[in-house]
């Protein structure tokens, strides 16, 4: 295979690919550090040293670890069988792992997986036995008992949550396998990933989780689309309590569905040690073109990739022979596949091959809608071109859905057919210059089996290089304490254009009540602009301003009414309002070491060596009008501020109480006590200076849902703070008192 060379990079990128695209289609087959599906039962030394272990991996898969046999008995096969009995006239013979019916050979302490007879699942076998065909002999076997409970794929919640987060409920494919059908992300958080780890809910001690290319990127935009992830290294859903979507730098959970324990899932493949590329079917169609077909049975339909050094202008087609006994082409049902060079669009096409002549009044070689509509029964998923291979991956249903088609069958071979040759001016085929011109057969539902090359390193090259990009594949078990990490620090953002936001004065409010609520962060004006950091798309708004600087006065009593939420099971609609020394925030998921540096000076109590945090109140936001153009566009926060509503959920808001004193920094901050990045900067004074005070107004007034005459300003510069009155059942009584 060495002519071969060339092909190296379009086998490993073309593999990849499919695998990502019909990953969550195949059979699922074994996995996981110690799983290996549900025991059956262990078989019995009756003779020749017979021993092993029988999983139940899914509906129509056995596994046996460490299978033992001397290879000695002249007719020994594999046997399952529906009757009471252990008999092979009773019993229908299996496959061996690889695929083969010849006698067995000799196993040591091997790891095999096997395959039932097509349309048989354990429910309607009784017994496995390793059966000697000429002495009528059982050499072990284990019964299948009835109603047996064999895994299978588990749908368990949907993902609800901020930022458009939303999907169907999940499927569990199997323990390493997990299908998001649907999913939705607005892709606009800075650092959003798909999120692992121990326990019900997300923290920053989690494991990233690969998207669906097995990158560990910020997510992007989705809408409503079915991904399919796969959990890295030897991580399986059996040591996690929850999957969802985190915003790493900002440890603010968007989103998650608790993992049940003890699903009953198949195994995934790689702890089987089975390699990546028999997943998969391949066969060599025609080595010095690169002419390769690979494939997998899928329910009750195929996915088949083709690969082919095409030049071009030229189409590379494969299908079933009329006779399948013999490779012919005339009436042959066959999929005619291409990209187009220029535009790199991909193609696959029903057709029917009627005579050798190309399409003409529906007669001849054409697409079966040339010659009866709505029989196209060739689905296109991928194509694309890798080192000048094209690679198209398509899928078609097993049975005829029409009489153009022909049925692929599962339980044995039949004759292939496949041709490449050049497209003509409508883009149809015309006569091949390279074709089958022997009969080749191909048993289309055997176990997987890879016959083509595999270059140096084949994808798992590419499989380690993914997995080092993910940290933190130690063991997740409830009894499992893995070193706390600190989250990574979001990139810096650019502090240009910002908008002026007018600082809150020393003398006012003049009874020092500040209304601290949610909001927009406000675009790139806003306030990354203000602070230099990235927002993750909300922040404190205090007094209806977007994190002004506030000034206080040391011995100066200041009441917050904090109203950011106090649902603390909705993490990311949970802002406890603290004050601290520290202008990150987020204390809650600080490392010990990191908290042992920073100062709390209100918003939290101290219990039992821990802070709990006290400023929790009933959640309001600030909510842009959808109808206004985004905040990008708003030359100044006054503007901005109009298109805002404020928005409060029912219950009652929280306060916290603070007077700075002579130990108090010149500067702290206002934050959140669950997340990073959301507030901003206190200036401490000894005293408010008089020609200050003069020169602010101290007017107090509400913001106005809708813009007023006297509100038109397009900047708030030189105006006093804006409050917003809570409406809080007795509150005012609550400070009164």
Known sequence: MTARSPTSSSPRLSTISLLGAVF??????????????????????????????????????????????????????????STDRVS??????????????????????????????????LNDIKWFSVWCDRFSVSFGDVRIPRGFDYPRPQKIGALSGVHGISSEPIVVVDSQTLLVPSFSYDGEAPDAKFWVGAGPSPSPQGIRVPDENGR???????DRKTIVLTLPGDLTVHRIGHFGV??????????????????????????????????????????????EVRWAVAGDSIVAQLVGKL????????GISANPERSKMVGGDVAVAWVDKQSLQGYAVDYFLESKAQCSGGRGSCPDTRIQENTNSIRLLNAVLVDGYSIVTYQRPLKATDELDLQILTNGTQAIIWAIGPLNDKQEVSFHSDYLKTDRFIDFGRPPLWNCPVPDQEQSTLLEDNADKVSGHQELTATTRRPQRAPPTPAPATKTDAWEI????????????????????????????????????????????????????????????????????????????????????????????EK????????????????????????????????????????????????????????????????????TPDTVYYQCFTHRYLGWKINVHDSCDAAEAASSASEIHEVRVAPSDEQQSDDLEGSSSIRVASKGIGFREKLAG
């Open 596 to 663: 042992a540096k920073v100062k709390i000076f209100a918003g939290a109590q101290r219990q039992r060596g821990q802070y709990r945090p006290t400023g929790v109140g009933r959640l309001c936001n600030w909510v842009p009008d959808q109808n206004q153009p985004p905040a990008d566009e708003f030359s100044s926060f006054g503007a901005y501020q109009r298109t805002l509503t404020l928005v409060c959920e029912r219950g009652e808001p929280g306060y916290v109480e603070w007077t700075p004193d002579e130990n």
């Open 311 to 318: 030049e071009s202008g030229q189409y590379m087609a494969f």
């Open 24 to 81: 969550f289609l195949l059979t699922a087959r074994v996995c996981s550090e110690s799983y290996y599906g549900k025991l059956i039962g262990k078989l019995p030394t009756l003779h020749h040293s017979v021993s092993g272990e029988v999983y139940a991996v899914d509906g129509r898969t056995l596994f046996i670890k460490d299978f033992v046999y001397d290879g000695e008995a002249p007719t020994a096969f594999f046997y399952v069988g």
């Open 502 to 593: 007018p600082a809150i004065q020393c003398n006012e409010p003049e009874d020092g009540v500040f209304y601290a609520q949610m909001g927009p962060t406000g675009g790139k004006h806003g306030y990354p602009a203000i602070t230099g950091h990235v927002g993750w798309g909300i922040s404190w708004y205090i007094n209806g301003l977007l994190i002004p600087e506030i000034n206080v006065v040391r011995g100066t009593k200041y009441t917050f009414v904090t109203e950011g939420g106090e649902d603390a099971e909705t993490p990311a609609r949970y802002h406890p309002f603290y004050i601290t020394d520290d202008p990150i925030g987020g204390y809650q998921h600080k490392t010990p070491e």
């Open 216 to 222: 560990t990127v910020p997510l992007r935009f989705y």
């Open 246 to 291: 985190w915003c790493e730098a900002f440890t603010v959970d968007f989103g998650h569905v608790q993992i049940p324990q003890n699903l009953n899932v198949p195994p995934s493949l790689k702890m089987l040690g089975v390699s990546p590329q028999s997943k998969l079917n391949c066969e060599v169609l025609e080595d010095r073109l690169g002419f």
């Open 88 to 121: 092979g006239e009773d019993g229908v013979r299996l496959r061996d792992e690889r695929g083969a019916t010849q006698t067995l050979r000799r196993y040591r302490k091997e790891d095999i997986t096997l395959t039932l007879p097509d349309n048989k699942t």
